[in-house]
């Protein structure tokens, strides 16, 4: 399939339709995001792969919608019998993010009041990393505490990261080494420019999106296999 790239700009600009113009809300965009997550890593991250272990998962959710996206992602993973465990430092007092923080409680998925900077104990306890740290939404050029030593600490792990949107740190147009480097990239209605360069298993989850926005965007979408809500390109 070729790769459609869509430059930020636009991403934000079809977001801003998508609500102002097509009466999606917030908390439906995130809801379909995060559940088409937690589809993609059924997929990359069958739970028979991970059967002689226990399917435990770290999610850790930066401050901005991307950190939202990846509390719905563990709540769906939970549904689909993983053992998510979040990771969320700078809870942010917007209610929407509220509601899907007390969805995950609700679900008993434990919430970790530090992360280890010991990189064996994630190693030991965890067999998969969800990267939903920072998303086209934060600024990566100046990434402040506690996010800066997360990512220090997650570039060191040996388990498989998968990257909700775009990896942490990296350059929104562009790949910047100062990132993480992931081993499955999830792009959210449109690849980033930077996902050019990425070599991993790379899903896209965009099917939802009105013909009417494709067209004008001239996104130029795969076609989706059968009912599926992703794609891997």
Request: one cysteine or more; proline letters at 6%; a negative charge.
């Given at each position: 399939t070729g790769k459609t790239i869509t430059i930020p700009n636009?991403?934000?600009?079809?977001?801003?339709?998508l609500l102002r113009d097509y009466r999606f809300g917030q908390q439906q965009l995130i809801e379909i995001w995060g559940h088409a997550c937690a589809i993609a890593i059924t997929k990359a991250f069958p739970l028979t792969s991970l059967?002689?272990?226990q399917p435990?998962?770290?999610?850790v959710?930066?401050?901005?919608?991307?950190g939202s996206i990846g509390l719905v992602c563990a709540r769906h993973l939970r549904i689909f019998e993983y053992e998510p465990t979040i990771y969320y430092p700078k809870r942010t007092p917007n209610t929407i993010h509220q509601d899907f923080t007390v969805q995950c409680e609700k679900m008993d998925i434990p919430f970790l009041s530090y992360l280890p900077t010991e990189v064996q104990l994630i190693n030991d306890a965890y067999n998969l990393v969800i990267d939903a740290i920072l998303g086209p939404e934060t600024d990566?050029?100046?990434?402040?505490?506690?996010?800066?030593?997360?990512?220090?600490?997650?570039?060191?792990v040996k388990i498989p990261i998968a990257s909700v949107d775009m990896p942490s740190g990296w350059?929104?147009?562009?790949?910047?080494?100062?990132?993480?480097?992931?081993?499955?990239?999830?792009?959210?209605?449109?690849?980033?420019?930077?996902?050019?360069s990425f070599s991993g298993k790379h899903f896209l989850a965009g099917r939802f999106l009105p013909y009417d926005i494709q067209k004008k965007y001239d996104l130029n979408l795969p076609e989706y296999p059968g009912t599926d809500c992703l794609i891997e390109l």
């Open positions: 636009q991403t934000a600009a079809i977001e801003t339709e059967a002689k272990k435990t998962v770290l999610v959710c930066g401050p901005d919608q991307n990566h050029t100046d990434v402040k505490e506690p996010y800066a030593g997360i990512l220090v600490t997650l570039k060191q350059d929104v147009d562009q790949v910047t080494s100062d990132g993480i480097n992931p081993d499955v990239l999830i792009s959210l209605t449109a690849p980033k420019k930077c996902a050019t």
